[in-house]
Nanobody, 124 residues
Protein backbone atom coordinates (compact mmCIF):
# COMPACT_ATOMS: atom_id res chain seq x y z
CA UNK A 1 0.00 0.00 0.00
CA UNK A 2 1.14 3.56 -0.74
CA UNK A 3 0.04 6.72 1.00
CA UNK A 4 -0.96 9.87 -0.88
CA UNK A 5 -1.02 13.24 0.87
CA UNK A 6 -2.75 16.38 -0.27
CA UNK A 7 -3.66 19.79 1.08
CA UNK A 8 -0.33 21.47 1.68
CA UNK A 9 0.28 25.07 0.69
CA UNK A 10 1.24 28.54 1.86
CA UNK A 11 -0.72 30.55 4.42
CA UNK A 12 -0.05 33.57 6.62
CA UNK A 13 0.40 33.33 10.38
CA UNK A 14 -2.91 32.43 11.98
CA UNK A 15 -4.18 30.69 8.89
CA UNK A 16 -5.53 27.17 8.49
CA UNK A 17 -4.86 24.18 6.28
CA UNK A 18 -6.36 20.72 6.08
CA UNK A 19 -4.10 17.85 5.08
CA UNK A 20 -5.54 14.59 3.82
CA UNK A 21 -4.08 11.14 3.31
CA UNK A 22 -5.52 8.23 1.41
CA UNK A 23 -4.07 4.79 0.72
CA UNK A 24 -3.39 3.58 -2.79
CA UNK A 25 -3.14 -0.07 -3.75
CA UNK A 26 -4.59 -1.15 -0.44
CA UNK A 27 -6.33 0.10 2.66
CA UNK A 28 -5.45 1.49 6.08
CA UNK A 29 -6.73 -1.85 7.41
CA UNK A 30 -6.37 -1.82 11.21
CA UNK A 31 -3.09 0.10 11.08
CA UNK A 32 -2.29 2.98 13.35
CA UNK A 33 -1.98 6.07 11.13
CA UNK A 34 -0.47 9.43 11.78
CA UNK A 35 1.44 12.51 10.72
CA UNK A 36 5.04 13.49 11.15
CA UNK A 37 6.74 16.63 9.96
CA UNK A 38 10.25 17.64 9.04
CA UNK A 39 11.18 21.27 9.51
CA UNK A 40 14.09 22.75 7.54
CA UNK A 41 17.39 21.37 8.80
CA UNK A 42 15.77 19.06 11.35
CA UNK A 43 14.73 15.43 11.65
CA UNK A 44 11.23 14.09 11.46
CA UNK A 45 9.05 14.79 14.49
CA UNK A 46 5.76 13.31 15.60
CA UNK A 47 2.66 15.45 15.12
CA UNK A 48 -0.40 13.28 15.70
CA UNK A 49 -1.72 9.74 15.36
CA UNK A 50 -5.06 7.96 15.37
CA UNK A 51 -5.98 4.32 15.71
CA UNK A 52 -8.30 2.14 13.66
CA UNK A 53 -11.82 3.28 14.46
CA UNK A 54 -10.62 6.75 15.42
CA UNK A 55 -11.31 6.53 19.14
CA UNK A 56 -7.72 6.93 20.32
CA UNK A 57 -5.98 10.16 19.38
CA UNK A 58 -2.40 11.10 20.14
CA UNK A 59 -0.84 14.56 19.79
CA UNK A 60 2.56 16.13 20.20
CA UNK A 61 2.76 18.73 22.95
CA UNK A 62 3.49 21.55 20.51
CA UNK A 63 0.08 21.06 18.85
CA UNK A 64 -1.49 22.79 21.89
CA UNK A 65 -5.03 22.22 20.68
CA UNK A 66 -4.37 23.82 17.31
CA UNK A 67 -4.42 20.62 15.23
CA UNK A 68 -7.10 17.94 15.00
CA UNK A 69 -6.49 14.50 13.55
CA UNK A 70 -9.36 12.41 12.26
CA UNK A 71 -9.87 9.21 10.36
CA UNK A 72 -12.77 7.78 8.41
CA UNK A 73 -12.24 4.09 7.76
CA UNK A 74 -15.32 3.88 5.55
CA UNK A 75 -13.91 6.41 3.08
CA UNK A 76 -10.28 5.48 3.82
CA UNK A 77 -9.28 9.05 4.57
CA UNK A 78 -7.16 10.45 7.35
CA UNK A 79 -7.04 14.20 7.87
CA UNK A 80 -5.13 16.76 9.87
CA UNK A 81 -6.93 20.05 10.42
CA UNK A 82 -4.35 22.69 11.29
CA UNK A 83 -5.52 26.01 12.72
CA UNK A 84 -3.68 29.00 14.18
CA UNK A 85 -0.63 28.14 12.13
CA UNK A 86 2.68 29.69 13.09
CA UNK A 87 5.90 30.15 11.10
CA UNK A 88 7.47 27.34 13.18
CA UNK A 89 4.91 24.97 11.64
CA UNK A 90 6.63 25.39 8.28
CA UNK A 91 7.67 21.87 7.28
CA UNK A 92 7.09 18.94 5.01
CA UNK A 93 4.29 16.89 6.52
CA UNK A 94 4.27 13.12 6.06
CA UNK A 95 1.40 10.70 6.31
CA UNK A 96 2.41 7.39 7.83
CA UNK A 97 0.96 4.03 8.84
CA UNK A 98 2.09 1.29 11.17
CA UNK A 99 1.15 -2.26 10.17
CA UNK A 100 2.52 -3.81 13.37
CA UNK A 101 1.97 -1.37 16.19
CA UNK A 102 4.31 -1.80 19.12
CA UNK A 103 3.17 1.08 21.28
CA UNK A 104 5.78 3.66 20.32
CA UNK A 105 3.59 6.05 18.37
CA UNK A 106 5.90 9.05 18.93
CA UNK A 107 8.84 7.51 17.11
CA UNK A 108 9.28 7.41 13.34
CA UNK A 109 10.93 3.99 13.48
CA UNK A 110 7.63 2.54 14.69
CA UNK A 111 6.02 3.23 11.30
CA UNK A 112 6.70 1.22 8.14
CA UNK A 113 4.63 2.95 5.43
CA UNK A 114 5.28 6.58 4.45
CA UNK A 115 3.89 9.06 1.97
CA UNK A 116 6.01 11.39 -0.14
CA UNK A 117 5.16 14.42 1.96
CA UNK A 118 3.32 17.66 1.38
CA UNK A 119 4.86 21.05 2.03
CA UNK A 120 3.34 23.57 4.41
CA UNK A 121 4.70 27.11 4.51
CA UNK A 122 3.52 29.67 7.06
CA UNK A 123 4.65 33.23 6.47
CA UNK A 124 5.11 35.81 9.23
Amino acid sequence: VQLLESGGGSVPTGGSLRLSCTPSGGTFSTFLTGWFRQRPGQGREFVAAVNYGGNSLYYANFVKGRFTISRDDASQTMSLQMDSLEPDDTAVYYCTADSNYGGNYKFDWEYDIWGQGTRVTVSS
